[in-house]
């Protein structure tokens, strides 16, 4: 019986403190998600702020040297978004051997550059990016790559060991230049496909609608600063040919 009453008074005790524990758990994560805001926007303003240092001449403007920049700094900025997740980067770019990765920062190894191919033209994934019916779809979120791979979706380096771990999930989007051509843009307009911006975590299902926002929002900045090397790197040309 001892026993049973000190039960039943722990037991009302709990009950008394609930509504307690909920505002103290209830302000815990307004915190966290207040901290965590903070550290993403510290990271955008870094961001914006080394980009806008490009004219600096601290680096070469190259496709290759800007995107590694740029793919690091998105690596950090989606790290401080998903703190419990193993974040990568990465930047296929339009060659003509096909979607060459050029830029491969954060939760991905630098050894994969050794077997690592370009994306050809006829890959599902090269496909369904360039089909007309999908031209809206801003983002992919590819859930379980390693089944995306069965279903032909992803490259075939991706998965082969040692780096099956690192990328289980990704998202994936368009990096588009103007082509008087085309016309199956996002908004049927007139857009070629240059390159692929990933995300990439290392568990399966990390990738929610909530963070494909910020995606977009990189993919854009990353989209403007491509085209603005390709207009630097044609207008070097034609003044070399001018002058040559």
Known sequence: PAFIIF???????LLASLPYLVIVYLLY???????????????????????SKLDDGAMPLTI????DLFCQLSTEIFQAEMPGVKIGCAFRFRTDLGFTTVARKGHLSAAREENTKPLADDSLLSKVL???????HRAFIISDTAEAFRDDLTDSNRHIHPYCDE???????????YDPNSKT????????????????????????????????????????????????NQRNSRLEAQHG
């Open 29 to 51: 994560k307004v915190f966290v998600i207040k901290n965590r805001h903070l550290s993403v926007m510290k990271r955008l303003s870094d961001l914006n702020y080394k980009m």
């Open 185 to 232: 843009g996002p908004e049927g307009g007139r857009d070629q496909l240059i390159g692929i911006f990933y995300i990439t975590a290392d568990s399966t299902n990390a990738f929610g609608r909530n963070v494909v926002d910020l995606h977009i929002f990189l993919r854009d900045y990353l989209n403007m600063i491509v085209l603005r090397v390709l207009d630097e």
């Open 130 to 136: 360039h089909d007309p019916k999908y031209m809206r």
């Open 64 to 67: 290759r040297s800007i995107s």
């Open 167 to 177: 990328d289980k999930s990704l998202i994936v989007s368009r990096v588009f230049a």
């Open 7 to 13: 039960c039943n008074q722990y037991l009302g005790i």
